[in-house]
């Protein structure tokens, strides 16, 4: 660390391109990022969440969620090491008894101290939140940045109003982006070969692609629209390779099933959108119909909170009802926990050797890499901010 | 780190008023310090002690107390790894031999090398010891420093001859100063009001000040004299708070017991005492005719040695049995684990915050505080020399 | 660590005549060290191994053992993370299938990526892999640097025809360079005094010596031959010390036997010789006859792994089997794990000393030190290379 960075400015230089990406070792400000779903803060809980190296409480008031750093700016101490809450709208810190409000973060009492002048002019950080589809959002930001709209930061589709979403979390052991460029690694699904996902869905599973064509990215880097990378429809854009050879000999094979092209198309991934700061849709997965919403949150250098959700296109309760029956008997057994943690393997053993800065650079990536590293440059042009370590200190 | 010190540069110019108290992360060189009780360190036992990160033996010998530091000079294992000693006076390295003298720290004999020239001629580091009201006191210095009696880095009373001391001590993982500041914090008693101590005393216990008179601290700073900060008599000085409001409603209160004015005066700590090298007294706690002393012992840079003891003053050995008795049965589980204890968490709470060293210049303070600036201040103008990287390398 | 090294320029200006051993932190490059026993690697098994801080892998095909980095070219995962080899010539990447040939390194398939032009093109770093006497050593070499013989990196004599060598393998927490200093250290013989070898040899052992020659030692430094440093037979050339006094009184004996001088000379050790990188030939120990042939190869800054064989001269199988079991029922029970443990205490002791830089100035050493000194001095002069972080990242 030089100066107010986590990374050597000499490193950066280097990556003209991708250099605020390269230094985005917390994520980039000023954006949404889920903390947790919203059945994990119930009605009146104080519930302590962390987001990009930053401690956070959360408390439910009539159905709103607040946040507000988990830090009194008084001496430093965490409020959560014994949270006092007196009145509903109000938090007490322990130890001297300054009592911030939910809604602004105001210092509007200080029980030790009852008339210091402090008191209504002094401010604890408090973070802006929103809630979709059972998630809740905080935006990490800027004291002067205006906060855009929660559409600006996810996947389109993902809120649509029809759209049926559940899931569960996961700790990773890996920073944020090894998450991110996993779920968008093309090659990777070799890692995957043997997943009881494939058996499941009667998947036809390649282990690669023997080419891809120029255009099979698309940049979206409009104003005011989720910034990103997606891909083109995979169907017929990249050649599988279902035979793996050594030495000229196939010594692994891929799991091509014999089945009609209309019923081959039912079991396909079709695409799918990473959009800034964090956040993958993969369309038709694990199954036709279905679209994968997973969030890779920082939560300090060498870990991410690894959200992963399934939508679905929900008429009506009772739709909405077995799809949710689905998650649970079927695809959370199956496809997070037989699928995506073979993800989180990869991941955790990608992270000794990019927790080492100077190692971006010494990567060997092949072409079928390039949409990471569309990603890692996109990223850099949307950016607005770094979290620094004056962020977080 | 930056050259010899445990704290940037940068940051140091930045608190002219109090900069050797920021930079003394293992304290101020050039004083005394309790390292354990007499009682720990029994006749001919060698014991090892931690001291401002350095490792130190004690030896008591015919009755007198012995310190060398706990590394041999010939190749730097720690003594202590295997204690060898021949004679009464002497301690032998078990590597190759190397043998000091406890009271001088000469070299006087390596026994693998009998005839090497050294002997005589080098010595080990050995430290000025003191005994005290059941206290074994080390002198940190400098070699060409005289060390000043030990009545200059006590407060008054504590060696006055009729005062009996009992206590015990406790680690306690947070910086020293975070002991020292906690100690002679004026809000916290808010942090107590819960304490077992209150209903045993029949304390009257408020949650804070509602305000106070600038004339409130007295700073020593007399040649010759302890160096420290004390408070002028509570008794009006203060006017208390017995309830804790919120947004304009009563939701706390202290435990203001309805007795006489003589009674209420039996009960209240009437004032404080905290000198250079971080020692506090505390005046009529936790009872009337009693004086807690305390000390906050640098270990090591995110722990310190708590030593808490209880004076009172004895006439006659039954009266000190009585305090002695009094003190195990009532004041130890009471007080020293029933509202000590909850000054340890608070130290250990206030560690994250304060040992990152930018943090120091980010408290909000309120003006109750001032007591807390003016023990940083007197600190740094008392400074005879900070603990530095080299001295514990 | 400043710059491409992981010790400071301004320390290691202040040693220039033993500069590069004090940078040689991780050990010296372009040199050849064991770093397993050939029983722990059989044929077709995948063995990963440490050696100078980097993750290495090993396997034997057709006898012949190769050796390869644990690391991906790709995207840095280690191989062994889930070891994959479809052929018996190749290993294969968990993750995207980059397959590498154990001969060469040379990157022969990417199952993900069957046509990727980096076929043929890219390698991973291979060792040059020699095996001798039962052990398997690696090249730690630059890319263009020629691997010189194994013989002019161990002591002479062991690479003999008839030298029988059996041994076993211990990872000790201090740096290699302590394991060498204590190696060759004429005066520890002092913390062997209990070693229950002693009786079981019936060996006279001294507590140290009272004087030595000034041409006790041989430097050893011609081109083509191993570098490092030799005692002259013990015999004479070094006045034993049988009593140890401490303040002019006898306070510890050694040894010493009553026997003939032909019965003495038996069970004297009769000299050592050290070689570089880190190996260590002592005569006539532990017993006449024998030779201990001891490595230390550097694991991590702070481990090493502490490889002891025994050697003995053999003209039979008979006498090779009697020599096995005389090491597993005699030395490995009495002298290894009842001498050379004491060894693995004392380094592990001068660890936390020597782990701060700065302490390698700070030592007084006596006379008799002069040898480890000729050693640091020859390291320095013979250096083909220090490892440094950019070797290991």
């Known amino acids: 660390m030089t100066g107010d960075s986590f990374v050597d400015e000499a490193l950066l230089k280097r990556v003209p391109r991708w250099r605020d990406y390269l230094e985005a070792k917390l994520g980039f400000r000023n954006h949404w990022y889920p903390v947790c779903f919203s059945r994990e803060a119930p009605e009146s809980e104080v519930k302590p969440v962390k987001l990009m190296g930053v401690d956070i409480l959360l408390k439910r008031i009539d159905g709103k969620v607040y946040a507000m750093r988990d830090r009194c700016i008084h001496r430093g101490v965490k409020l959560s090491e014994k949270v006092e809450c007196y009145t509903r709208s109000t938090i007490t810190c322990w130890y001297h008894g300054f009592t911030y409000r939910w809604d602004n973060g105001v210092l509007c009492d200080v ?33 002067d940045y205006v906060p855009h709209p929660l559409s600006q ?10 759209m049926s979403v559940v899931g569960a979390a996961y700790t990773v052991g890996s920073n944020w982006r090894l998450g991110c460029e996993n779920g968008i690694d093309d090659l990777h699904i070799y890692l995957h070969r043997e997943s009881p996902l494939v058996p499941n869905t009667q998947r036809s599973l390649p282990l690669g692609h023997t ?25 017929d854009a990249a050649p599988m390779a279902y035979e793996g050879s050594v030495e000229g000999r196939v010594v692994v094979h891929g799991t091509k ?86 993800d989180i393997m990869a991941r955790e ?28 440059e996109v990223c850099h042009r949307a950016s607005q901010g770094v979290q620094k370590p004056s962020d977080v200190s």
């Open 211 to 235: 080419d891809r064509p120029d255009d099979y990215f698309l940049l979206h880097e409009a104003e005011g629209e989720p910034k990103g990378v997606s891909t083109r429809t995979f169907k």
């Open 349 to 376: 053993a990608l992270q000794p050797f990019y927790n080492n800065d100077r190692n971006w650079l010494e990567e060997t990536l092949v072409r079928e890499d390039n949409g990471i590293v569309h990603w890692r």
């Open 111 to 143: 029980i030790a101290s009852p008339n210091t002048p402090l008191i209504g002019r002094k401010k604890i950080q408090t973070f802006p939140v929103e809630e979709a589809k059972g998630l809740v959002f905080v935006f990490m930001g800027d004291e």
């Open 153 to 162: 930061d996810v996947p389109p589709t993902f809120l649509d109003d029809d």
């Open 257 to 342: 099933m014999h089945q009609s092209p209309e019923e081959a198309a039912k079991k396909r991934t079709t695409g799918h959108f990473i959009a800034v700061p964090g956040v993958l849709r993969v369309d038709n997965f694990p199954y036709v119909g279905r679209f994968q919403f997973e969030w890779y949150v920082p939560l300090t250098e060498d870990s991410h909170l690894y959200i992963i959700t399934i939508g679905k296109r929900c008429a009506t309760d009772e739709e909405r009802a077995e799809h949710e029956h689905e998650y649970v008997h079927r695809w959370r057994p199956v496809s997070l926990e037989g699928f995506n943690n073979q």
